[in-house]
T-cell receptor, first 111, second 113 residues
Framework: QKEVEQNSGPLSVPEGAIASLNCTYSDRGSQSFFWYRQYSGKSPELIMS????GDKEDGRFTAQLNKASQYVSLLIRDSQPSDSATYLC???????????FGKGTRLHILP | DARVTQTPRHKVTEMGQEVTMRCQPILGHNTVFWYRQTMMQGLELLAYFRNRAPLDDSGMPKDRFSAEMPDATLATLKIQPSEPRDSAVYFCASGPQGPYEQYFGPGTRLTVT
């Protein structure tokens, strides 16, 4: 089992709809979770961090964490064409300080 | 606006040559990470430092890669000798200890011919 898994996509979502991105992780003791956005040819940019079970909202973004299911998700409301990018899930492993990235999900917002 | 800086932004070199990449972390950040990104493998952690001390470099090919932090404002990643399979984008990231959030530099695109 891969340490951090994401569906590679592409995920196509109509403009104005909700985009839902999912991530699962293998280390049950992990406590820190992150979502990064990466535009083509650019570096990853931190957009959300979440540490407790439940939802965390920031503008149009909502991160959801379920530690029992080892699952973290990112919802993007009112999707805009500028949201088209690759979204990387990152998890800090409990066994050490390493932060492991998933391979990312490509999101395409259809105008 | 504090940012991580990396030099060079692009590097083309021939197989067998030495390559040195430099990173200036954000002032006040005490953790520094080196990553390599390729289409096939995604973002791979090569090494990371806390308070300038190397904590893990298990992701690096030890025979050719080395990472150092000679001072708090400079991290280096060196490849000697370089090989075509080293072609990738190399990112440096820094972060404050605790939250484990990371802020990435613009990357160095390395091409080894």
């Amino acid at each position: 089992q891969k340490e951090v898994e994401q569906n590679s996509g592409p995920l196509s979502v109509p403009e104005g709809a909700i985009a839902s991105l999912n991530c699962t992780y293998s280390d049950r003791g992990s406590q820190s979770f992150f979502w990064y956005r990466q535009y083509s040819g650019k570096s990853p940019e931190l957009i959300m961090s979440i540490y407790s079970n439940g939802d965390k909202e920031d503008g149009r973004f909502t991160a959801q964490l379920n530690k029992a299911s080892q699952y973290v998700s990112l919802l993007i409301r009112d999707s805009q064409p500028s949201d088209s990018a690759t979204y990387l899930c990152a998890v800090k492993m409990n066994r050490d300080d390493k932060i492991i990235f998933g391979k990312g999900t490509r999101l395409h917002i259809l105008p | 606006d504090a940012r991580v800086t990396q030099t060079p932004r692009h590097k083309v070199t021939e197989m067998g040559q030495e390559v040195t990449m430099r990173c200036q972390p954000i002032l006040g950040h005490n953790t520094v990470f080196w990553y390599r990104q390729t289409m096939m493998q995604g973002l791979e952690l090569l090494a990371y430092f806390r308070n300038r001390a190397p904590l893990d470099d298990s992701g690096m090919p030890k025979d050719r890669f080395s990472a150092e932090m000679p001072d708090a404002t400079l991290a280096t990643l060196k490849i000697q000798p370089s090989e075509p399979r080293d072609s990738a984008v190399y990112f440096c990231a820094s972060g404050p200890q605790g939250p484990y959030e990371q802020y990435f530099g613009p990357g160095t695109r390395l091409t080894v011919t």
